[in-house]
């Protein structure tokens, strides 16, 4: 069993920044490949970003290349995600995800068996 918790959300203007933090429990954290995902009101919960364990290749959704950036510190069982240049349409509640299935590009939400309760980002123009 792993537990999740998120944090680092808030209210910032449109191209401030942004880091969110997922701290987890358990010791086999880096065994384990971690995501970010994000649901907007009314919306469907999307991918956002992707680190593997072990071998750490990430993943991004095209809307965020560039501007974020996933990376994890296994020392700390934590994820993170740095948020840079941020929009409106970021806007959003983030949630940090694991997935058992180390390895290979597993982007969408029903292939990570556990979840955070989420982290509010609210992006003002």
């Known amino acids: 069993q792993v537990q999740l918790v998120e944090s680092g959300g808030g209210l910032v203007q449109a191209g401030g920044s942004l880091r969110l933090s997922c701290a987890a429990s358990?010791?086999?954290?880096?065994?384990?490949?971690m995501g970010w995902f994000r649901q907007a009101p009314g919306k469907e919960r999307e991918f956002v970003a992707r680190?593997?364990?072990?071998?750490?290749?990430?993943y991004y959704a095209d809307s965020v290349k560039g501007r974020f950036a996933i990376s994890r510190d296994d020392a700390k069982n934590t994820v993170y995600l740095q948020m840079n240049n941020l929009k409106p349409e970021d806007t959003a509640l983030y949630y940090c995800?694991?997935?058992?299935?180390?390895?290979?590009?597993?982007?969408?939400?029903?292939?990570?068996?556990?979840w955070g309760q989420g982290t509010q980002v609210t992006v003002s123009s």
């Open positions: 995800a694991a997935d058992q299935a180390n390895g290979g590009t597993r982007l969408k939400v029903g292939q990570y068996d556990y």
């Open positions: 358990g010791r086999t954290f880096s065994s384990y490949a």
């Open positions: 680190i593997n364990g072990r071998n750490p290749i990430t």
